[in-house]
């Protein structure tokens, strides 16, 4: 039998980074295939008991079977470079027999998985119902705060149902992630209750636990990196005191979160529902031309024009709607003020998605947005998709699809059907445009 070199039989391997089963065959084969079949089924860990196949698979007792496989074969660790944690969910009520699902903090055996987790570049930590940080224990706020300092990769977190007692809180939590890129906040809330200590302190309550032993587990003290983001996701969520959100913009406040975050350069920006339109405007004009990619779900918004003439790098915009009253009245008021903010500011654009959540039988105004796409300042525009609650085989489809003649001028219209398993609508900014969040 003739061997190839292992660096090839590695590459063959790699090709199948998203084929458990097959890696799992690879494992099997001899040990020479066990480190490159071992690195991609250990990427990504879920703890969650969203999608249960059974008891054994409660998120606890699969963080149990990990942090014993990790004692077991230390090396598995380090290929862990994705976690998803889920505290609670609806399982345990339609099975009372079965232990609670409220387990992520308090379990010790999640709170030694994350000692022994030092590549992790994305971390997602979510709850069925909300996570309040302030009164949880102060075992798990150490291990959560020591997991985000010892994690030098990380560059994307995502907390979702989460509450957070004040704007200091947020940034100081931050301030452990040493490269944090991307940011996602979903469902959660920032009130305005700093506390004494964290205000003369500047520091969270937190120790940083070191895995070598307690003698390495100096103070609390915080040294604070500069987070400077390049994707911002804010997914419903609300501030108690929205004056204090200047460090959206970084605008000097009482909250410390301006000295640590930095949107300046922002790249990506995605926005569902926030409460106040004002501060969303006022954060496009702040971040300015770094900003390549919006996608924006206005809710119920008031419809008004966006001074956008600051935003002279947007390469691509999507807009979700859900009000049929408001839904194209959005589009073409957006779409107005990137062509009249200045001929720079719209001779980038190159992509536009829209998606209509809304019967489009209830929609009109389809030919006012052809010409709008059509205008001389989208010079370079090449695709634009439009997303409709509607099968192509649907004559209002088909009727909608007739209305944009600005193919002519090169322009890639294409329709696609929403409410797809792949495309369904819910809660959360759908799809996902960023690359730390694929």
Not at 43 to 54: C, I
Not at 181 to 209: A, M, Y
Request: proline content about 6%; hydrophobic content about 40%.
């Amino acid at each position: 039998m003739t061997t190839f070199p292992q660096e090839l039989v590695d590459h063959i391997i790699d090709q199948l980074y998203d084929d458990a089963p097959s890696l799992k065959s690879c494992a099997r084969v001899c040990r020479a295939w066990l480190p490159a079949s071992r690195f991609h089924l250990f990427a990504k860990v879920s703890l969650k008991a969203a999608s249960m196949h059974g008891p054994a698979s409660f998120p606890s007792a699969c963080c149990k079977r990990l942090l014993s496989a990790i004692e077991h074969t230390p090396e598995i660790a380090s290929c862990i470079r994705e976690l998803e944690v889920c505290e609670g969910s609806s399982f345990h009520f339609n099975h009372p027999t079965e232990p609670a699902t409220t387990w992520a903090t308090t379990d010790p055996c999640l709170l030694a998985l994350f000692k022994r987790l030092k590549n992790l570049r994305r971390l997602d930590f979510s709850a069925t119902s909300t996570f309040y940080w302030k009164s949880l224990p102060p075992a798990f706020q150490n291990a959560f705060c020591s997991l985000l300092a010892r994690s030098p990769s990380l560059t994307y977190l995502r907390l979702h149902s989460w509450c957070l007692p004040s704007f200091t809180s947020l940034a100081l939590l931050l301030s452990h992630c040493k490269k944090l890129k991307g940011l996602s906040l979903s469902s959660t809330t920032v009130n305005d209750d700093d506390g004494i200590e964290e205000q003369q302190h500047g520091r969270l309550p937190c120790v940083i636990e070191e895995v070598e032993g307690p003698d390495q587990c100096s103070d609390s003290i915080v040294h604070p990196a500069n987070v400077n983001l390049d994707v911002l996701t804010l997914d419903f969520v609300s501030f108690g005191y929205l004056g204090a959100s200047g460090w959206l913009f970084n605008e000097p406040s009482e909250s410390s979160c301006s000295s640590v975050m930095d949107v300046s350069k922002l790249r990506e920006l995605r926005v569902a529902h926030f409460p106040d339109i004002s501060i969303v405007e006022r954060l496009l004009v702040s971040v300015g031309p770094s900003l390549e990619h919006l996608h924006l779900k206005p809710g119920c918004w008031i419809v008004q024009p966006f001074n956008l003439s600051s935003t002279t790098g947007l390469r691509s915009l999507r807009l979700t709607l859900e009000e049929v009253d408001t839904a194209m009245d959005w589009v073409t008021t957006f779409l107005s003020s990137i062509t009249q903010s200045s001929a720079s500011a719209s001779g980038v654009l190159e992509r536009i998605g829209l998606e209509f959540y809304i019967d489009v039988k209830k929609l009109d105004g389809w030919k006012e947005l052809d010409a709008l796409l059509a205008q001389p300042e989208l010079v370079a525009l090449r695709h634009v998709e439009i997303g409709l609650f509607a099968s192509p085989s649907n004559p209002d489809f088909a009727r909608v699809d007739k209305q944009f003649r600005v193919r002519d001028k090169g322009v890639d219209v294409r329709l696609f059907q929403l409410g797809l398993k792949s495309q369904r609508s819910h809660r959360q900014l759908t799809p996902r445009i960023s690359r730390y969040e694929g």
